[in-house]
């Protein structure tokens, strides 16, 4: 276990915090302590305590279940410390010990003790990362879905929430009740417009709350746009073993990422913020452009390849770059589709950007896993893909590329690639009625899923119909046959 008590006693290669723990205050409550966060902001946000130590970080966690109670056991016994190695495509690797996370709290065990940092005046942001389909927008309506189950019940017993929107909007009823100042509610998803899918988010339920209340958190709140960027694999019991021997170390929750990290953020906080500027946080007036960028091109691409990649029975990501038909792929998708409808923003070059994500997909020492990018594809593929789908059947353009990858979605669904191993996909929103389409092998009606509602309004009958063709081809004569032709 990593503790305080060896912080003083770290392998020569860990750098430990750079600041003492005792001086570090409560500023920052987060939800949805994953390995993301806990390579990104935090990591960002240990830089500047020992400058400005009001800044730490509660974290806390949503969901119910043993892993939950056991995750949360293991912050608790590690005094909230971890170590994250970051590793670069050449092999090089640092490691140092994160020490900004203050407590862990289980908010299903305690619930109380997550409303009474919220209503805390030393809280003045809570930040979040509860994945792209974490918001409860209805992709057909564009709204916070208030029909579902969880909210519907926070709506009934507001006081006692049970979802982010419910402990957020109580939190922030408090305040209002107390006459403090709100806080800002800052996402750290991947999301286009992040902020203001949370803004929509939060108040949608607010206002199904109390409008009055609804009206104090949007003049009084704010919601930041960011763009957030640093590839997080998962970290499987192997994995943690091996960095553990790697490192020196005995450490329950060890994360590991590349080595490249971007954080680009509108200034719009309510009640103050850290400088993270020190840290190399960009602050800019608009992120638009550069959240286009990282999702149209990384994270698109990232789909792209790894759809086809888990078929053709990959297990890392750097060995799918590595396979020059899927590769290549890639390269005429980002080249075709996506360069030629989308504005960089000032100073940034397209071609070296594409280089550059297909250089960190290379990076064969991170591990990071084919089935991790290609898990919950039916919420990435809205968030990833929609702006080139659109432009290309507007723009009557190739669809191709974007049929290939849908298809490719749509097999690997299915859970068993070309060599016949069988895996488990991942989709955390799907319910019965979507894992029946998605195992069905009438292929047309496997266009339903939700995945594809956000271009239903366009005419998608060529594309439909293409999609279905190279499914056929998939299933047949596998993915290799199936690619586009260059
Ligand atoms: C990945 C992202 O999950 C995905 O599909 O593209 O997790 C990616 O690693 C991060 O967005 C990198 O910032």
Known sequence: MITNKILNDLPKTVQGPSYDRDTIKNGILHFGVGNFFRAHEAFYVDQILRDSPEWGIIGVGLTHGDRSKKKADEFISQDCLYSL?????????????????????????????????????????????????????????????????????????????????????????????????????????????????????????????????????????????????????????????????????????????????????????????????KAGVQFVED???????????????????????????????????????????????????????????????????????????SNAAMGDQTLRIAGDGCSKIQVFWTDTVRKTLEGKRDIARIAFGMAAYLEMLRGVNEKGDHYTPNEPTFRDAQWTLAKSDDFTSALELPAFDAWRDLDTAALDQKVVEIRKIIREKGVKVALPAR
């Open 287 to 361: 992120v638009t452009p550069y959240e286009q960028v990282k999702i149209r091109m990384l994270n698109a691409s990232h789909i792209m390849l790894c759809f086809p990649g888990v078929l053709v029975g990959y297990e890392y990501v750097a060995q799918a770059v590595k396979d020059g038909d899927l590769r290549g792929n890639v390269e005429a998708f980002l080249n075709e589709d996506v360069i030629p409808t989308l504005t960089a923003p000032a100073g940034l070059s397209l071609e070296e950007y594409r280089d550059s994500v297909l250089h960190r997909f």
């Open 85 to 277: 190695t970051e590793t670069a495509p050449s092999g090089d690797r640092s490691v140092r010990v994160i020490g900004c996370l203050r407590d862990y709290l289980l908010a299903p065990a305690d619930p109380e003790a997550v409303l009474a940092h919220l209503a805390d005046p030393a809280i003045r942001i809570v930040s979040m990362t509860i994945t792209e389909g974490g918001y409860n927008i209805d992709e057909k309506t564009g709204e916070f879905d208030l029909s579902d189950a969880d909210v519907q019940s926070d709506l009934k017993t507001p006081e006692k929430p049970s979802t982010v929107f419910g402990y957020v909007v109580e939190g922030l009823r408090r305040r209002r009740e107390a006459g403090l100042p709100a806080f800002t509610v800052m996402s750290c998803d991947n999301l286009r417009h992040n902020g203001n899918v949370a803004r929509k988010a939060f108040l949608g339920y607010a206002r199904a709350r109390d409008a009055e209340l609804e009206k104090w958190i949007e003049e009084n709140a704010t919601f930041p746009n960011s763009m957030v960027d640093r590839i997080t694999p998962s970290v499987t019991p192997d994995i943690r073993a091996k960095l553990n021997s790697e490192n020196g170390l005995d450490d329950d929750l060890p994360v590991i990422a590349e080595d490249f990290h971007q954080w680009v953020m509108e200034d719009h906080f309510a009640n103050g913020r850290p400088p993270l500027e």
